[in-house]
């Protein structure tokens, strides 16, 4: 079963413009982590963030953490048309080895 | 440094068959995980190997098995290929049993069941 939901489900932005993905999950995790994806190709690591932690930031991406509200967001400033892609969150969970649960993802489409 | 290579990367087998998919893990790392990701929708763990052994699974059946070789390469099997095993199948490597970083996934197996 997938432990995050997305939203949006797609988002259809200009270059140059900042694009917002949500992400809430259901149970307490050791960190959660945000992936990309290329027209159904593999997944790339863009960043992770520690339950103990509320923020941040590589490059032109910004993750927040909240906790209290099993919630993340990750921005993505100054878009660009090659982060046309998918984007999972994905949630690791303190269960004695590693099992990330991805949520749904959602797709970005960057247009020129 | 090579990263994780998988084998083959599109294949299309019939209801009932069997199928085997192959990943080599990345340089250092001891660690495969297998991930299943169906059309529209976020990867599903299907278990994880460690040291030659099955680690962890997720919710999928016997019929989805496994097997680390010596080299931490890593195979998947599935028996009595079912249509809703269409899939992209994932492999990803990670330095040791209990990682908490980053997975370093390999561009997949597509598999259509017909």
């Known amino acids: 079963s997938q432990q995050g939901e997305e939203d949006p489900q797609a988002l259809s932005i200009q270059e140059g413009e900042n694009a917002t993905m949500n992400c809430s999950y259901k149970t307490s995790i050791n960190n959660l982590q945000w992936y990309r994806q290329n027209s159904g190709r593999g997944l790339v690591h863009l960043i992770l963030i520690r339950s103990n932690e509320r923020e941040k930031h590589s490059g032109r991406l910004r993750v927040t953490l909240d906790t209290s509200k099993k919630s993340s967001s990750l921005l993505i400033t100054a878009s660009r048309a090659a982060d046309t892609a998918s984007y999972f969150c994905?949630?690791?969970?303190?269960?004695?080895?590693?099992?990330?649960?991805f949520g749904t993802g959602t797709r970005l489409l960057v247009s020129p | 440094e090579t990263g994780v290579t998988q084998s083959p990367t599109h294949l299309i087998k019939t209801r009932g068959q069997q199928v085997t998919l192959r990943c080599s893990s990345q340089s250092g790392h001891n660690t495969v995980s297998w991930y299943q990701q169906a059309l529209g929708q976020g990867p599903q763990f299907i278990f994880q190997?460690?040291?030659?052994?099955?680690?962890g699974r997720g919710n999928f059946p016997p019929r989805f098995s496994g097997l680390q070789f010596p080299n931490y390469s890593s195979e998947l099997n599935v028996n009595a290929l079912e249509l809703d095993d269409s899939a992209l199948y994932l492999c990803?490597?990670?330095?040791?049993?209990?990682?908490?970083?980053?997975?370093?996934f390999g561009e997949g197996s597509r598999l259509t069941v017909l």
């Open positions: 190997y460690y040291r030659e052994e099955e680690n």
């Open positions: 994905a949630t690791d969970l303190n269960t004695g080895f590693q099992k990330l649960v």
């Open positions: 990803a490597s990670s330095p040791g049993r209990s990682n908490t970083g980053e997975l370093f």
